[in-house]
């Protein structure tokens, strides 16, 4: 067996990524958030919501 490369663990208590939307937010920044800046969930979903917010602009 070869050495273990990386490991990735979900604990269940995801938290938004959102750091970056309360900054823009408090700059007066306009700004769309999607995928796992909104909540923690799926890749089809952060895909459909950048594709939704892309064909906005």
């Given at each position: 067996m070869?050495?273990?490369q990386n490991v990735t663990y979900l604990s269940g208590r995801a938290k938004a990524a959102n750091w970056l939307a309360h900054e823009l937010a408090e700059l007066g920044v306009a700004f769309v958030e999607i995928g796992d800046g909104v909540a923690p969930r799926q890749a089809p979903y952060a895909f459909y919501e950048g594709r939704v917010a892309?064909?906005?602009l």
């Open positions: 070869s050495p273990v892309g064909t906005n």
